[in-house]
C-alpha cells in the first residue's frame, strides 16, 4: 500500500494541537498526520524572549528537517495559515489550505489594531474568568458567549473542549510577543505551490472585507472563496467543512501537478 501523503495542520495564536480533535478523525484515512501545538503555546516547545512567527516557523520548519520531510501538504487556520504560507515561501510545501489567515494587515491601521485589542480583550478576560470556568463551561449558554469572537455556535463544543481553549489562552507564553509583532505577510506575486485562501464569512477578528480583501490583493495568485456561516475559527463551527475544504485543496493540487 502506497504511504500516505503527510499533512500539516497549524492552529492558531494562543490555541493548541486540540483545535484540529474533531477535524483531524477525518483526513486520517488519507494523510499521514502531522498535527504540533506552536512553540510557546501551551504544550509546544518553549521559546526565548518575545515570540514572533519567523521564530515560530523556523520550529516548525526543524520539525519537518526532523522528520526527513522536505515538502508537504498544509492547512492552517489565523496564525497557523500565516505560519503555512511563509512555509511555503521558503519552499516546504507542496499546498496550503490557510483558514481565515492572519497578518494580513497594515501596522498602525484601524484593522490591525481592532484586531489586536481584541485578543489582548479576550485574554484579559479569560485571565478574570478562569476560576469560575471550569462551572461555567457546563452551560452551552456561556460556551457561546466565551467563545463568540472565535465561532458562531461555541456552545457545540463540550465542556471539555471549551475549557481546553480557554486555558490555551490563559497559558499562553507567547500571546503578548505575537500580539504586538510587527511582522506581517508580505506580497507573493507568484506562488511557491498552489495555495488556498478559505475565509470564514462571520470572521469577527479578520473580517473578509477587510482583510480577505489584502489577502487577494497580496497573494492574487491564490484561489479565494469565502465559508458560510463559520466564524473566525470554522473546525469549531463546522469540522466537516473544514475537512472537506482541505481535502478539496489538497486534491486539486495534485490534479494541477500531474
Known amino acids: ?66 522528520r526527513g520531510l522536505s515538502r508537504v501538504h498544509m492547512a492552517g487556520n489565523s496564525m ?46 479569560a485571565e478574570l474568568a478562569k476560576p469560575v470556568a471550569p462551572v461555567a463551561t457546563w452551560l452551552p449558554a456561556a460556551r457561546k458567549l466565551m467563545l463568540r469572537d472565535i465561532a458562531e455556535h461555541g456552545d457545540r463544543l463540550s465542556h471539555a473542549q471549551a475549557l481546553t481553549i480557554i486555558n490555551d489562552l490563559v497559558d499562553c507564553p507567547a500571546a503578548a510577543g505575537l500580539f504586538t509583532t510587527p511582522e506581517n505577510v508580505e506580497p507573493m506575486k507568484t506562488l511557491p505551490c498552489p495555495i488556498t485562501l478559505a475565509w470564514s464569512e462571520k470572521d469577527r477578528l479578520f473580517p473578509p472585507a477587510v482583510n ?25 463551527d463546522d469540522p466537516n467543512r473544514c475537512a472537506e475544504i482541505i481535502r478539496a485543496a489538497i486534491k486539486a493540487a495534485e490534479s494541477d501537478s500531474n
Open 80 to 125: 497557523g495559515g500565516w505560519m503555512a504560507i511563509e512555509l511555503a515561501r521558503r519552499g516546504r510545501a507542496r499546498s496550503v489550505c490557510a483558514l481565515s489567515p492572519a497578518g494580513f494587515w497594515d501596522r498602525g491601521t484601524d484593522d490591525e489594531l481592532g484586531a489586536t485589542n481584541t485578543l489582548i480583550h479576550a485574554k484579559r478576560l
Open 1 to 66: 500500500m502506497p504511504a500516505k501523503p503527510p499533512l500539516l495542520l497549524l492552529h492558531g495564536v494562543t490555541m493548541s494541537a486540540a483545535t484540529w480533535d474533531e477535524v483531524a478523525p477525518l483526513l486520517a484515512d488519507e494523510f499521514d498526520l502531522i498535527v504540533p501545538t506552536a512553540a510557546g503555546h501551551r504544550g509546544g516547545p518553549t521559546l526565548a524572549g518575545a515570540a514572533t512567527i519567523k521564530q515560530l516557523v523556523d520550529v516548525t520548519e526543524k520539525l519537518l528537517d526532523d
Open 212 to 236: 480577505g480583501a489584502i489577502a487577494q490583493q497580496r497573494i492574487p495568485g491564490a484561489q479565494y472563496f469565502v465559508i458560510p456561516g463559520v466564524g473566525h475559527v470554522p473546525m469549531i
